[in-house]
T-cell receptor, first 117, second 112 residues
Framework: DTEVTQTPKHLVMGMTNKKSLKCEQH?????MYWYKQKAKKPPELMFV???????INESVPSRFSPECPNSSLLNLHLHALQPEDSALYLC????????????????FGEGSRLTVL | TQLLEQSPQFLSIQEGENLTVYCNSS?????LQWYRQEPGEGPVLLVTVVTGGEVKKLKRLTFQFGDARKDSSLHITAAQPGDTGLYLCAGAGSSNTGKLIFGQGTTLQVKP
């Protein structure tokens, strides 16, 4: 069982809806990540938080808005999405960003499957 | 730009066969990771290789890191249907951006 928990597992939304994806980890990790993954493709980095501060934004459209309320939680707020945004959204964590830079080891959640109609 | 080229992209074999997946780059990586992802799940870390020439074994899986730390391979002996999934090699980028560089992935199907 993964120690990174994502909810919901499945989400269907219209293009005018506002919804949120949630991620929680209790491993004491201080770096958290959002990835987007299309079928049979590798994950694509969206955002990185380090010590609850946004460290990296990979030029993601503003219709995706990340939030890190505390060191255990990571949210991704969704608004006015397009059908091409349909994908598996993965949350991941690592001990610290610095440690990750050496080891590249990430712990992924099971993902939230998003469908935009 | 650091790239990881993974091959083959797709592999369909019978139970009991052996296979090797390759991950190559023209750049040096301080470490490389192998992840396996089953349908509908997130990637799960299998192994990290750090030292050039290193060989690590995980049951029927053997991982090797090239001497120059530019390439890695994953060998599966006597594949089982439970080995079916997407295999991803990955490495931390050298520009200290926090970005994990992934290979394109190998989709493995093991038929009973």
């Amino acid at each position: 069982d993964t120690e990174v928990t994502q909810t919901p597992k499945h989400l269907v939304m219209g293009m005018t809806n506002k919804k949120s994806l949630k991620c929680e980890q209790h491993m004491g990790h201080r770096a958290m990540y959002w990835y987007k993954q299309k079928a049979k493709k590798p994950p694509e980095l969206m955002f990185v938080y380090s010590y609850e501060k946004l460290s990296i934004n990979e030029s993601v459209p503003s219709r995706f808005s990340p939030e890190c309320p505390n060191s255990s939680l990571l949210n991704l707020h969704l608004h006015a999405l397009q059908p091409e945004d349909s994908a598996l959204y993965l949350c991941a964590s690592s001990q610290e960003l610095a440690a990750f830079l050496n080891t590249g080891e990430l712990f992924f959640g099971e993902g939230s499957r998003l469908t935009v109609l | 730009t650091q790239l990881l080229e993974q091959s083959p992209q797709f592999l369909s074999i019978q139970e009991g066969e052996n296979l090797t997946v390759y991950c190559n780059s023209s750049s040096v990586f301080s470490s490389l990771q192998w992840y396996r992802q089953e349908p509908g799940e997130g990637p799960v870390l299998l192994v990290t290789v750090v030292t050039g020439g290193e060989v690590k074994k995980l049951k029927r899986l053997t991982f090797q890191f090239g001497d120059a730390r530019k390439d890695s391979s994953l060998h599966i002996t006597a594949a089982q249907p439970g080995d079916t999934g997407l295999y991803l090699c990955a490495g931390a980028g050298s520009s200290n951006t926090g970005k994990l560089i992934f290979g394109q992935g190998t989709t493995l199907q093991v038929k009973p």
